[in-house]
C-alpha cells in the first residue's frame, strides 16, 4: 500500500526538486559559515544567503532585503516580534482563531503587564472587522493574526485588517505559516508590518529554518531577544544596530539555508498563483465530494475560493484519533489527529475538547489522492 500524505499543514511532503541537491552540495562541497571568512567558499555562502533574501522580498513584495531576517522558523519569528516590541502597559489583539505560536507567548507576556483581547470570529473562522476596530485602544501596540487557520482553512482578509492597522497606527503581524507559497500576499499593499514564515510548509524548504520581514520602522524599533557573536563589529560586545545582524546571531543553519533558497527559486518560477489555483481546484473536489457523504462534520467553510486547502472533519459518535488510525492502516492515508496546537480555533469552531481529523493538500497532491481520501471517508463515516 502506497502511502497517501495528505499532512501539508503540518510540513509538505514531497519537497521542491533541487532542495536535498542544494543541502547536500553545502555539506559536501561548502562547508563554510558566513561572515567569518573571506575565502571563496564562504563568500558562495553568504551570496546564497543574499539571493535567499532576495527571491522572498520578490515573492512577498517587500522592498528591503536587509529587512528580511533568517530564523530558525515562524514561531521562532513571532516570539522576536513580541518580545522584542511589547512593554509593560501594552495591548494587543489577536483573533480567536491563533496558533499557540502566538497564545502562548502571550500568556507568557502577561505576567509583565501586557494585555491582550481576541477578535471573535464566525462559526467557519473568519474575523469579525468591525469588531476588531472597537477592541482598539489607546495603548494597543500591535495586531497579530494568523492569515489562514491551520484548522478551517478560512483566509482572513489581510488587506482590511492592515488599513484598520494604519489608521490607528498599529503595528500588524501577519502569521503566514499556513498561506506562505499558497496564498499571494503582498507586504506592501497589505500593509504589514511583520510577516513571519516557516521554511518547510507552502515554501516546500527543510525543516528548522524560515523567514521574518520586517518593515523598516519596525524593524528599528525591535529590540533583539538573542544577542551574540554575528562575525561582523566584532570589536565590541554590544550588538550591532544594523540589519540584518541586529537579530542574527550565531552561525546560521547554513544547510537549511541552502535548502530554502533553491526551494523558494523552485516556488518563485512557477508563481505562488499557480500553486493557489491548483489547489483550489483539489478543495473544488474534494468539498463536492463530501457533499455527498453523511455523518460527518466539517468545521469550516464549503467555499473553495475563500480558503486553503486545509480541512477539519469531524465523525459525531466516533474516536476521531481511532478514525487517523485507520485511515493509515487500512487506506495508507496520512492525516493530523488532535486540536493541531489551536484550542483556541477549536473553541471557536465548536469541535474543542475532542478535535478532528484534518486532511490538507500541497505540492504532490493528485486528483487520484483526493478520490482516494473521499472514498475511505465514506467507508469510515458509515460504520
Same mark, same amino acid.
Given at each position: 500500500?502506497?502511502?497517501?500524505?495528505?499532512?501539508?499543514?503540518?510540513?509538505?511532503?514531497?519537497?521542491?526538486?533541487?532542495?536535498?541537491?542544494?543541502?547536500?552540495?553545502?555539506?559536501?562541497?561548502?562547508?563554510?559559515?558566513?561572515?567569518?571568512?573571506?575565502?571563496?567558499?564562504?563568500?558562495?555562502?553568504?551570496?546564497?544567503?543574499?539571493?535567499?533574501?532576495?527571491?522572498?522580498?520578490?515573492?512577498?513584495?517587500?522592498?528591503?532585503?536587509?529587512?528580511?531576517?533568517?530564523?530558525?522558523?515562524?514561531?521562532?519569528?513571532?516570539?522576536?516580534?513580541?518580545?522584542?516590541?511589547?512593554?509593560?502597559?501594552?495591548?494587543?489583539?489577536?483573533?480567536?482563531?491563533?496558533?499557540?505560536?502566538?497564545?502562548?507567548?502571550?500568556?507568557?507576556?502577561?505576567?509583565?503587564?501586557?494585555?491582550?483581547?481576541?477578535?471573535?470570529?464566525?462559526?467557519?473562522?473568519?474575523?469579525?472587522?468591525?469588531?476588531?476596530?472597537?477592541?482598539?485602544?489607546?495603548?494597543?501596540?500591535?495586531?497579530?493574526?494568523?492569515?489562514?487557520?491551520?484548522?478551517?482553512?478560512?483566509?482572513? &482578509?489581510?488587506? +482590511?485588517? *492592515?488599513?484598520?492597522?494604519? /489608521?490607528?497606527?498599529?503595528?500588524?503581524? !501577519?502569521? =503566514?505559516? @499556513?498561506?506562505?507559497?499558497?496564498?499571494?500576499? &503582498?507586504?506592501? +499593499?497589505? *500593509?504589514?508590518?511583520?510577516? /513571519?514564515?516557516?521554511?518547510?510548509?507552502? !515554501?516546500? =524548504?527543510? @525543516?528548522?529554518?524560515?523567514?521574518?520581514?520586517?518593515?523598516?520602522?519596525?524593524?528599528?524599533?525591535?529590540?533583539?531577544?538573542?544577542?551574540?557573536?554575528?562575525?561582523?563589529?566584532?570589536?565590541?560586545?554590544?550588538?550591532?544596530?544594523?540589519?540584518?545582524?541586529?537579530?542574527?546571531?550565531?552561525?546560521?543553519?547554513?544547510?537549511?539555508?541552502?535548502?530554502?533558497?533553491?526551494?523558494?527559486?523552485?516556488?518563485?518560477?512557477?508563481?505562488?498563483?499557480?500553486?493557489?489555483?491548483?489547489?483550489?481546484?483539489?478543495?473544488?473536489?474534494?468539498?463536492?465530494?463530501?457533499?455527498?457523504?453523511?455523518?460527518?462534520?466539517?468545521?469550516?467553510?464549503?467555499?473553495?475560493?475563500?480558503?486553503?486547502?486545509?480541512?477539519?472533519?469531524?465523525?459525531?459518535?466516533?474516536?476521531?484519533?481511532?478514525?487517523?488510525?485507520?485511515?493509515?492502516?487500512?487506506?495508507?492515508?496520512?492525516?493530523?489527529?488532535?486540536?493541531?496546537?489551536?484550542?483556541?480555533?477549536?473553541?471557536?469552531?465548536?469541535?474543542?475538547?475532542?478535535?478532528?481529523?484534518?486532511?490538507?493538500?500541497?505540492?504532490?497532491?493528485?486528483?487520484?489522492?483526493?478520490?482516494?481520501?473521499?472514498?475511505?471517508?465514506?467507508?469510515?463515516?458509515?460504520?
Amino acid at each position: 500500500m502506497t502511502p497517501i500524505y495528505l499532512d501539508h499543514a503540518a510540513t509538505s511532503f514531497p519537497k521542491a526538486p533541487g532542495t536535498t541537491e542544494a543541502m547536500v552540495h553545502y555539506l559536501t562541497q561548502v562547508g563554510a559559515s558566513v561572515n567569518r571568512g573571506v575565502y571563496h567558499s564562504a563568500q558562495q555562502a553568504g551570496l546564497v544567503c543574499l539571493s535567499l533574501r532576495e527571491t522572498l522580498c520578490e515573492l512577498f513584495h517587500h522592498d528591503d532585503p536587509t529587512c528580511c531576517l533568517l530564523t530558525p522558523g515562524a514561531t521562532w519569528g513571532i516570539n522576536l516580534v513580541l518580545r522584542g516590541l511589547l512593554k509593560t502597559g501594552d495591548h494587543v489583539l489577536v483573533s480567536s482563531m491563533e496558533h499557540n505560536a502566538v497564545m502562548r507567548p502571550l500568556r507568557q507576556l502577561e505576567a509583565f503587564g501586557i494585555t491582550f483581547d481576541r477578535i471573535p470570529c464566525d462559526g467557519d473562522g473568519y474575523l469579525d472587522l468591525s469588531a476588531m476596530e472597537r477592541l482598539i485602544r489607546p495603548n494597543t501596540r500591535l495586531v497579530a493574526i494568523s492569515h489562514s487557520s491551520n484548522v478551517s482553512g478560512a483566509v482572513q &482578509d489581510a488587506a +482590511a485588517i *492592515g488599513r484598520i492597522c494604519r /489608521a490607528h497606527g498599529v503595528y500588524f503581524l !501577519l502569521d =503566514g505559516a @499556513q498561506t506562505g507559497g499558497h496564498w499571494p500576499i &503582498d507586504m506592501q +499593499a497589505m *500593509g504589514i508590518s511583520a510577516l /513571519a514564515l516557516p521554511g518547510h510548509k507552502g !515554501l516546500l =524548504g527543510p @525543516q528548522g529554518i524560515g523567514a521574518l520581514l520586517l518593515s523598516r520602522s519596525l524593524a528599528e524599533t525591535l529590540s533583539p531577544v538573542v544577542t551574540g557573536g554575528t562575525g561582523s563589529a566584532s570589536h565590541t560586545e554590544y550588538q550591532p544596530d544594523y540589519l540584518p545582524d541586529k537579530f542574527e546571531p550565531g552561525t546560521p543553519n547554513l544547510p537549511g539555508i541552502y535548502g530554502l533558497e533553491a526551494a523558494v527559486r523552485f516556488v518563485a518560477s512557477r508563481g505562488i498563483e499557480a500553486f493557489r489555483k491548483e489547489e483550489q481546484e483539489l478543495s473544488r473536489r474534494f468539498l463536492d465530494g463530501l457533499k455527498d457523504i453523511d455523518r460527518i462534520h466539517l468545521a469550516g467553510p464549503w467555499d473553495h475560493r475563500d480558503r486553503t486547502a486545509v480541512f477539519s472533519l469531524d465523525f459525531p459518535g466516533q474516536d476521531n484519533a481511532e478514525i487517523a488510525w485507520r485511515l493509515e492502516t487500512e487506506f495508507g492515508i496520512l492525516t493530523r489527529c488532535g486540536l493541531h496546537c489551536a484550542p483556541s480555533a477549536h473553541k471557536t469552531l465548536g469541535t474543542f475538547p475532542h478535535g478532528t481529523v484534518r486532511f490538507s493538500f500541497g505540492f504532490g497532491t493528485t486528483e487520484h489522492h483526493i478520490d482516494s481520501a473521499l472514498e475511505a471517508i465514506r467507508i469510515l463515516s458509515s460504520d
